[in-house]
């Protein structure tokens, strides 16, 4: 396998040496001379399309928090994301307040591309200003010169980020190259969970009362209830989903997981499923599992992953399922459909379950900041244009920031009672506008700019089952939050090649117990134990460890 930093420093060394005077600048003629292949590509859009609602960059800026004095530039995005930016009425507010204009261009609309493009912009030597792209490419371009350091701006120029950087050391580290230089800033991402959700009208004509579950043991049995009341129905499973049916680990007490002193599982690329076949909770989740499958209560065919997404939804809404521990936006959808199968169609939200001892047990969520989504600067770009990039972002770190690219303008899209905001505007009707139209949305894992997040008004603008149910559950005692980790490209090379067969090895081992194709005792589960062990197990571990201790130097 090749090694990608020699692969990247060829591109730069390439990229340096075909420099020419008509690189792209603040004015983004670089914009013209994108690639052929790209998507889109030459199509150069301003976020605030009315100009009379937009001051000049000449103009004073009369935004609280913003320290800049207004100006232009330009930024290649993948072009889903600009269409979401062109129809945000925060955002066009922000233009208007800072007087910053960023002609967006657009570029493919799949994103993974989008980072192929960036590779061949640099080649080119037709990047825009500033640009997204991944960390490792960040790091990797920005130590060739291909990439502002963002430390010197940050420290002269954005207070806001600075004080942001001070107050979380684990992202100051987590973005610091290893040459102390900051190359790329990473947005920050909802660290949200899967839900426990379930049919109540199921439930309640089965007489199974949802605040008696509290336990795993509890869970089991209600499903046992729910399989002898709906036992008339063909093919009816109470407990469905679609994927991998291993995903039961937070119920069990065996998530993968990581810190400065341990790495127990599969952590590399496998943040929010990731399991530990070594964590005492792990024959007990298998065992339960193969209890489930033999007495009927889980769907077999979803075990045998012969159950697509398609036959998981349908057997929801047809009453053939009433339980699913999905993603967390999936119980309102469901909803939205199944009164046109069962006009008594009630999708609620369970709460997660403690252990034996009565201690809530943890639902792993991703990391706090998206590794594919880092801004970066182009070093062609003229310091005056830097200064005004960075102090854009800048004031999204601000309170006045924070505040209208969360909640918008106050009277408007929020109102305050009793010290708390509160959404004047409605969800579902916003998010009902077509493309093209504005509103007011802040969703806040779509990549908009770089900033903060605020949590509580995430939750807040959504459907009212998904609100109640994040606000309630998606807090410290409920969750284990993924950490961000940066691989060396070694790392990442082994733990590919390792986790490829491996992690499918452990997978098929699971199921083969689950379905009894495997007697289940503890001999044979010490022997697959060892075989794990001996296919890779142990040095994936290792190498996650390392990966975590060299990116938060302990």
């Known amino acids: 396998m090749r090694n990608k930093k020699k692969v990247i420093s060829i591109i730069v060394a390439l990229a340096m040496t075909a420099a020419s005077l008509t690189a792209c600048g603040s004015g983004g003629k670089g914009a013209e001379s994108a690639p052929a292949a790209a998507e889109g590509t030459g199509n150069t859009t301003a976020a605030s399309t009315e100009a009379e609602s937009s001051t000049t960059g000449s ?42 204009t960023v002609e967006y261009q657009k570029g493919t609309s799949v994103e993974n591309d989008v980072y192929t493009e960036v590779d061949q912009m640099v080649l080119s030597n037709t990047l825009t200003d500033s640009t997204m792209c991944k960390q490792d490419q960040a790091n990797i371009y920005g130590a ?21 950087l001070d107050a979380n050391p684990d992202y100051e580290s987590l973005v610091t190259n290893e040459d102390g230089s900051i190359y790329g800033l990473l947005v920050e991402g909802i660290q949200k969970g899967s839900f426990i959700f379930y049919r109540q009208d199921h439930f309640d004509k089965a007489g199974v009362d949802v605040s008696g579950i509290k336990t795993v043991d509890d869970f089991t049995e209600a499903l046992r209830t729910l399989k002898a009341y709906y036992k008339d129905v063909p093919n009816y499973y109470p407990l469905n989903g679609r994927e991998t049916p291993l995903r039961f680990q937070s119920l069990f007490n065996c998530n993968s997981n990581i810190s400065a002193e341990e790495s127990n599982g599969f952590y590399y690329n496998n943040v929010e499923l990731g399991y530990d076949i070594h964590a005492d909770g792990a024959y007990t989740m298998v065992e339960t599992m193969k209890k489930w499958y033999d007495e009927g209560l889980i769907n077999p065919e979803w075990i045998a992953g012969a159950f697509s997404e398609g036959d998981w939804e349908a057997a929801m809404w047809e009453g053939r399922g009433s339980i699913s521990f999905d993603f967390y936006t999936r119980p309102a959808a469901f909803n939205l459909e199944g009164k046109n199968y069962d006009p008594d169609y009630n999708m609620a939200i369970m709460d997660f379950f403690n252990d034996t001892d009565g201690n809530p047990m943890k639902v792993q969520t991703d990391t706090r900041y998206n590794q594919k989504r880092a801004t970066v600067i182009n070093a062609k770009a003229s310091e005056e244009t830097a200064k005004t990039i960075i102090q854009f972002i800048d004031y999204f770190y601000s309170d006045e920031g924070q505040t209208l690219a969360n909640w918008g303008v106050e009277g408007i899209s929020y109102e305050e009672k009793d010290g708390q905001k509160e959404y004047i505007v409605s969800y579902d009707e916003e998010l009902a506008k077509p493309d093209g139209e504005m509103e007011w949305s802040f969703l806040s894992d779509r990549f908009t700019i770089c900033k903060p997040l605020d949590t509580t008004a995430f939750y807040s603008f959504n459907s009212e089952i998904v609100k109640d149910a994040a606000l309630k559950l998606f807090t410290d005692e409920h969750l284990q939050y993924g950490i961000n980790i940066i691989y060396s490209d070694e790392q990442s090379e082994e733990l590919a090649t390792l986790t490829a067969s491996l992690k499918d090895s452990c997978d098929a081992g699971i199921i083969a117990f689950i379905r009894g194709t495997k007697e289940l005792n503890e001999d044979n589960w010490k022997a697959f134990l060892d075989e794990m062990d001996a296919a890779g197990y142990t040095r994936m571990e290792e190498l996650q460890l390392a990966a975590y201790q060299n990116t938060y130097n302990d």
Do not use: C
Not at 76 to 99: C, M, P, Q
Not at 145 to 160: M, Q, T, V
């Open 144 to 164: 060739q010169g291909a990439f502002y350091d963002l430390k010197p701006l940050i420290d002269e120029y954005a207070p806001h980020i600075k004080a942001y």
């Open 59 to 100: 103009e004073e800026s009369d935004a609280d928090g913003y320290v800049g004095s207004g100006g232009t530039y330009t930024m290649y995005l993948h072009s889903t994301f600009v269409d979401w930016i062109n129809d945000l009425e925060w955002y066009k507010e922000a233009e208007k307040r800072t007087g910053v």
